[in-house]
Nanobody
Framework: VQLQASGGGLVQAGGSLSLSCTTSEFIFREYVMDWYRQAPGSQRELVAHITRDGITHYLDSVKGRFTISRDSAKNTLYLQMNSLKFEDTAVYYC????????WGQGTLVTVSS
């Protein structure tokens, strides 16, 4: 498994969850990494993206609520999700793109209204 994601679960609206994605040192150093999500009946969409220089980009609907970050000491990508809404319910995927493309196994986030 190249990308190991964890941290999903059930949370009430307004609550918080933190997702983690651990990978190899090579992928973490050489690849661009981001978080996608896919809600039932919807296409997969890019939620947050971070460059190797730490520049971030977010889906408009999560700006101000979600924070993507990297920890090079742990080769881990994070997604801190605050003020969660029902419409954030989805399977969240860690993604890495470089010479090859890798997807994590997906972690389910369920927000109850």
């Amino acid at each position: 498994v190249q990308l190991q994601a964890s941290g999903g679960g059930l949370v009430q609206a307004g609550g918080s969850l933190s997702l983690s994605c651990t990978t190899s040192e090579f992928i973490f150093r050489e690849y661009v990494m981001d978080w996608y999500r896919q809600a039932p009946g919807s296409q997969r969409e890019l939620v947050a993206h971070i460059t190797r220089d730490g520049i971030t980009h977010y889906l408009d609907s999560v700006k101000g609520r979600f924070t993507i970050s990297r920890d090079s000491a742990k080769n881990t990508l994070y997604l801190q999700m605050n003020s969660l809404k029902f419409e954030d319910t989805a399977v969240y995927y860690c993604h890495a793109l470089g010479f090859r493309e890798y997807w994590g196994q997906g972690t389910l986030v369920t927000v109850s209204s």
